[in-house]
């Protein structure tokens, strides 16, 4: 399974930017899908996850209201819809996908088991 993060770019704060990861491989078996990003000399942060089991969202209390993941009906293409962006969203955002992610580790990195090259999402004040 390879995933491709491509939709990164400079834009103003209060601009929007859409994310998309594309899939190859195996993509019937996931169990979730999900957008992190990384700061420089920071942890890898979670953004937002997708659960095949219902279709469930998640967001992280810092992007909700402004960020939406979906995806396309093969599951092969993930999105990210980021909107009225922040300086404070600055960073390479990567998108992940987990066989058999169990609830408790949505949110977490360690839930995931593919993972994306990254693309850089740079917010100007």
């Known amino acids: 399974v390879q995933l491709q993060a491509s939709g990164g770019g400079l834009v103003q704060a209060g601009g929007s930017l859409r994310l998309s990861c594309g899939a190859s491989?195996?993509?019937?078996?996931?169990?979730?899908v999900a957008w992190f990003r990384q700061v420089p000399g920071k942890e890898r942060e979670f953004v937002a996850a997708l659960r095949r089991s219902g279709g469930y969202t998640y967001y992280a209390e810092s992007v909700k209201g402004r960020f939406t993941i979906s995806r396309d009906a093969t599951w092969n293409t993930v999105y990210l819809q980021m909107n009225n962006l922040k300086p404070e969203d600055t960073a390479i955002y990567y998108c992940?996908?987990?066989?058999?992610?169990?609830?408790?580790?949505?949110?977490?990195?360690?839930?995931?088991?593919?993972w994306g090259q990254g693309t850089l999402v740079t917010v100007s004040s």
């Open positions: 491989g195996r993509t019937f078996s996931w169990s979730a």
């Open positions: 992940a996908a987990g066989k058999g992610t169990i609830l408790s580790a949505v949110r977490s990195a360690s839930g995931y088991d593919y």
